[in-house]
């Protein structure tokens, strides 16, 4: 979140860890923008926060020319000021996975072939697997499956690396050190991201009823490093498996 209130904070310590793959996580909801609000009044609000009702800011997107110019303009900013940073660009997602949205993902891409974008998620979530490890936990069908599905032929298309399957969605705010090693245990074939929210506790703005602290405890749990020892899994950020 590169005009998050840490950002500044966050580079810094990513560049104490040059082996750290660090992404952009493009912000068009729930967050301030990069560029001036006055230019991009129709994507946020009286305070100058991005609008929270996605619904209508995605018709907004889609169907209302200047919106879209205003949707383009600051995507590319929150690229360049990732590029700024001196970071390498790892990989690229957004919040709320909001790059479902078509406009959004074309945004995406044009500003990635200018900024050297290699990877990019479509949060494609096996439920079987799910449903392996805890059986009857999540919905079985994900409704939201065609759209994910497109967005990552699109991606593809677009020549970057994309992950075969991701998890952390159905479970969001909510991997244990048991599910985690569900996950590990249950992997199916390809290319696989597993996301989570790790932290020391509740901060400003977290989520209500997200366990940070059970997810950072999962990451760090010496069982799950067993786990993927034991089956062969090899780790590696996407510019790694991107031969970037």
């Given at each position: 979140?590169?005009?998050?209130?840490?950002?500044?904070?966050?580079?810094?310590?990513?560049?104490?860890?040059?082996?750290?793959?660090?992404?952009?996580?493009?912000?068009?909801?729930?967050?301030?923008?990069?560029?001036?609000?006055?230019?991009?009044?129709?994507?946020?609000?009286?305070?100058?926060?991005?609008?929270?009702?996605?619904?209508?800011?995605?018709?907004?997107?889609?169907?209302?020319?200047?919106?879209?110019?205003?949707?383009?303009?600051?995507?590319?900013?929150?690229?360049?000021?990732?590029?700024?940073?001196?970071?390498?660009?790892?990989?690229?997602?957004?919040?709320?996975?909001?790059?479902?949205?078509?406009?959004?993902?074309?945004?995406?891409?044009?500003?990635?072939?200018?900024?050297?974008?290699?990877?990019?998620?479509?949060?494609?979530?096996?439920?079987?697997?799910?449903?392996?490890?805890?059986?009857?936990?999540?919905?079985?069908?994900d409704p939201a499956g065609p759209w994910v599905r497109l967005v990552r032929s699109r991606l593809?298309?677009?020549?970057?690396?994309?992950?075969?399957?991701?998890?952390?969605?159905?479970?969001?705010?909510?991997?244990?050190?048991?599910?985690?090693?569900?996950?590990?245990?249950?992997l199916p074939p390809g290319l696989t991201e597993i996301y989570t929210h790790p932290a020391t506790?509740?901060?400003?703005?977290?989520?209500?009823?997200?366990?940070?602290?059970?997810?950072?405890?999962?990451?760090?749990d010496p069982l799950a490093k067993q786990a993927i020892a034991r089956e062969g899994i090899v780790?590696?950020?996407?510019?790694?498996?991107?031969?970037?």
């Open positions: 979140m590169v005009a998050g209130e840490a950002a500044a904070d966050a580079v810094a310590r990513a560049r104490t860890m040059p082996d750290l793959g660090v992404g952009l996580h493009l912000v068009l909801v729930e967050g301030r923008p990069s560029l001036p609000p006055e230019q991009v009044p129709d994507l946020v609000d009286s305070h100058g926060r991005f609008r929270e009702d996605m619904v209508r800011s995605a018709i907004a997107m889609a169907f209302i020319p200047r919106v879209r110019r205003q949707l383009f303009a600051e995507v590319e900013a929150q690229f360049a000021a990732f590029a700024a940073t001196g970071l390498k660009l790892d990989h690229v997602n957004a919040h709320k996975h909001f790059h479902l949205h078509p406009v959004i993902a074309s945004a995406m891409i044009a500003a990635g072939r200018k900024h050297a974008m290699v990877a990019a998620r479509a949060p494609v979530e096996p439920r079987d697997v799910l449903a392996a490890i805890k059986p009857g936990a999540p919905p079985r069908r593809r298309r677009a020549g970057l690396t994309v992950p075969d399957q991701v998890f952390g969605l159905a479970w969001s705010g909510a991997i244990t050190p048991e599910r985690l090693r569900g996950l590990i245990e249950h506790g509740a901060y400003p703005g977290s989520a209500p009823g997200y366990g940070y602290a059970t997810e950072l405890w999962a990451l760090i780790l590696g950020s996407f510019c790694s498996f991107a031969g970037g």
